[in-house]
């Protein structure tokens, strides 16, 4: 064979390769103009994998690190409604999975052995399947899954080029990440100046009124009159400082918490998972993503600052509250402080919704988080 015809693939894998970049960096051009979840972003990046690599349709599915999920968040010539808004565990998603660990395109067409079966994604049941990994220095961003209908596996050229244009994603995706990051963190500073502001406007007028209360002294008259002045004014305050947009931690989720349980109970085989939900109770619908948010941060946590050999979860009911806590062993001395940004806007958003959210140690080597959530969704109060 001579140099040059053995030149011909690499040449056409670099053909197509820069096409694909150069599709990409159209479509991350419009990246200003969408919001850190911009499911229009993503479906333009399926796009144009579409079109640059000639495969048929895609859906791109970003991956919960916490959760051990990945969730649907754009695709082209599907309807994204058909994949449930939580996602799929990656321990039901086989060659997900597989092509994410070792960050190589999958072609379900000639997976050899067929241990795996059906592929993952019963929601597309035409054509031929690959997984595309998207990924990059170690980090796993999610999966593009890309549909063609010749029958045939992937030539390598195409395989080549879907498996660059997973990196270009993976650089969109972190781009997004970072922008949304950014986001949170200025909502948190915004938060915390609220908190100065309530201290400073309202807990100073609250203590003083407290003062009066708890007096011997009858309130009469002109005291009385001051003390429900001071009262409204203080009403008024703190009605404008808590205006503006709800935070919101977790994306919305059809799951409830004890299928949630479960799930990390499969995808955590090295650790105890311990479930205690109290029979009939349940988080209420509006709450379940902020309940399993700090669920899975303090999973996470756990496992990322300590050695846990149990994991306690517990779900009670309080009088008009819920109480969820998750106790966790093994934490190392120098890391027990340790909490994630997720926690701590998960606490604000807590705040929010007429919670509590608390973390810290606990005994000599372990660590709680306790989230207290009002027992109904009658949130009119706290908006």
Request: charged fraction near 25%; glycine fraction near 10%.
């Amino acid at each position: 064979m001579s140099s040059d015809a053995a030149s011909v693939p690499h040449q056409s894998a670099a053909v197509l390769a820069a096409d694909a970049l150069g599709v990409f960096v159209r479509a991350m051009a419009g990246m200003e103009e969408a919001t850190p979840e911009s499911a229009s972003f993503y479906s333009g990046l399926c796009e144009a994998v579409c079109s640059a690599v000639n495969v048929d349709r895609a859906v791109m599915f970003l991956y919960d690190e916490g959760r051990r999920r990945v969730r649907p968040v754009g695709a082209y010539r599907i309807d994204r409604d058909r994949f449930p808004p939580e996602g799929v565990a990656l321990e039901d998603a086989p060659l997900s999975r597989v092509a994410l660990e070792e960050d190589r395109v999958v072609d379900a067409l000639d997976t050899p052995g067929g241990g795996f079966g059906r592929p993952d994604l019963a929601e597309l049941p035409e054509g031929d399947l690959a997984y595309v990994p998207i990924a990059a220095g170690g980090s796993w961003y999610g999966v593009m899954v890309v549909e063609q209908t010749t029958g045939e596996p992937l030539p390598a050229a195409e395989r080549d080029a879907l498996w660059i244009a997973g990196k270009v994603v993976a650089f969109a995706a972190e781009a997004r990440r970072a922008t949304r990051h950014q986001e949170q963190a200025r909502q948190l500073e915004h938060r915390l100046t609220l908190v100065r502001q309530v201290h400073e406007q309202v807990i100073q007028r609250l203590f003083g009124l407290g003062l009066v209360l708890a007096s011997d002294a009858p309130l009469e008259g002109e005291a009385r009159e001051r003390a429900r002045v001071e009262i409204e004014a203080t009403q008024a305050d703190l009605r404008q400082l808590l205006h503006g947009p709800r935070l919101q931690t977790g994306a919305p989720t059809a799951m409830r918490l004890a299928e949630e349980v479960e799930r990390l109970r499969r995808a955590h085989d090295t650790v105890e998972l311990r479930a205690d939900l109290e029979p009939g109770v349940e988080v209420p619908q509006s709450f379940e993503s902020l309940a399993q948010s700090v669920l899975g941060e303090a999973v996470r946590n756990a496992l990322k600052h300590g050695e846990p050999t149990v994991l306690h979860v517990t779900l009670r009911r309080l009088d008009d509250a819920l109480a969820m806590t998750i106790d966790s062993d093994g934490a190392r001395g120098t890391e027990r402080g340790t909490s994630g940004l997720g926690l701590r806007l998960a606490a604000v958003e807590a705040l929010q919704a007429g919670g509590l959210l608390e973390f810290g140690s606990r005994g000599e080597n372990g660590w709680r988080v306790r989230l207290l959530l009002p027992a109904t969704d009658d949130q009119e109060g706290v908006r």
